[in-house]
């Protein structure tokens, strides 16, 4: 059974950095497309940073292009968000997500597996 967590949420003052992890587990295909996604009280779930096992290739919200940084460790079979020059409007639960794809994919609707999500609050 594909299971995934995140960790490494928190409270953080404007400004600061946070650094996201997702565990993978119960994967019997390597060709995932995988990402992370956001949403605020109110708002639609949102894409942030997605990527493809098949190619590495990576999209980025404009939101936050420049700021954050997805990253994968095939090795420890996690996935990783670098989030710097955090932002209040950064606050919402952040959740990983994936989907068996050849091609990287962006639509949230899209996705199959997603964890439990990990509170983000960017205040001071």
């Known amino acids: 059974q594909v299971q995934l967590v995140e960790s490494g949420g928190g409270l953080v003052q404007p400004g600061g950095s946070l650094r996201l992890s997702c565990a993978a587990s119960?994967?019997?295909?390597?060709?995932?497309?995988i990402g992370w996604f956001r949403q605020a009280p109110g708002l639609d779930r949102e894409a942030v940073s997605c990527t493809s096992t098949v190619d590495g290739s990576t999209y980025y919200a404009d939101s936050v292009k420049g700021r954050f940084t997805i990253s994968r460790d095939s090795a420890k079979n996690t996935l990783d968000l670098q989030m710097n020059s955090l932002k209040p409007d950064d606050t919402a639960v952040y959740y990983c997500?994936?989907?068996?794809?050849?091609?990287?994919?962006?639509?949230?609707?899209?996705?199959?597996?997603w964890g439990q999500g990990t509170q983000v609050t960017v205040s001071s």
């Open positions: 997500a994936a989907k068996d794809s050849f091609v990287l994919i962006t639509t949230v609707s899209e996705y199959d597996y």
């Open positions: 119960g994967f019997t295909l390597r060709a995932y497309a």
